[in-house]
């Protein structure tokens, strides 16, 4: 069975910011169902992308809103504001970044169509941020169908840590998207395990392999 950690360090739970959770409603659902897996803590990566265009500050304020209701309700969950950013020259560079955990910084490549990232190398920005101070943490390689083991190399060399998406080992990906979080997990490349949770159905098929604590 799946151990998983104290902290989600890659979830979309606040409600409304992107193609996560839609409502209050949902969000809070999502929260319990956190806690009732065990999670003490969430790092809220909203979106940062050409469609969803989520500032700091943004995030930081819906942090705040939802963490008072979570404390109202009684919902032992703390939550902690950053963003995941993806690399497309719509949102990239930013001038400012939200880490979590002292120097953390979540950034992902797109799925499907890597040109559309344009002149941007992810080798290259993955040691820029290194060379500032951050820890890029690359968000669910398995699922850029379109790297090489070559690329994985490249982006492991560059400083990058990698990030596996809970499920994506039990299938909820597709097929190719399991084959290569197995790959990654035997070239032992990953040191994060996040939920990237959006909404119940990703819960609904957690529940199929996890056991609530």
């Not at 500032?55 to 404390?71: C, F, N, Y």
């Not at 703390?78 to 955990?101: A, M």
């Not at 190719?176 to 819960?203: C, P, Q, V, W």
Request: net charge negative; glycine share 8%; proline share 6%.
């Amino acid at each position: 069975m799946e151990q998983l950690p104290l902290y989600d360090c890659h979830c979309h739970i606040l409600p409304g910011l992107d193609d996560g959770a839609a409502d209050l409603e949902e969000s809070l659902y999502l929260c319990r169902w956190l806690v009732g897996h065990g999670y003490q803590e969430a790092v809220c990566t909203s979106h940062s992308t050409a469609l969803y265009r989520n500032t700091e500050d943004e995030v930081a304020q819906a942090v705040a809103d939802l963490q008072q209701v979570l404390d109202r309700k009684g919902i032992p969950l703390r939550l902690t504001p950053s963003l995941e950013y993806r690399l497309v020259p719509e949102t990239w560079p930013r001038q400012r970044l939200l880490p979590w955990k002292g120097n953390h910084v979540l950034i992902e490549l797109r799925l499907k169509k890597p040109e559309k990232m344009g002149s941007i190398v992810p080798a290259d920005e993955i040691r820029k941020l290194v060379e500032a101070g951050y820890q890029p943490v690359l968000a669910h390689p398995e699922r850029y169908l379109w790297a090489t083991p070559g690329d994985y190399e490249r982006w492991h060399e560059a400083g990058a840590a990698f990030q596996r998406n809970l499920g994506a080992a039990e299938g909820f990906y597709g097929s190719s998207a399991r084959e290569r979080a197995i790959y990654l997990m035997e070239k032992g490349y990953y040191s994060f395990l996040g939920t990237d949770l959006h909404n119940r159905r990703y819960a609904s098929f957690f529940d199929s392999f996890l056991a609530p604590v």
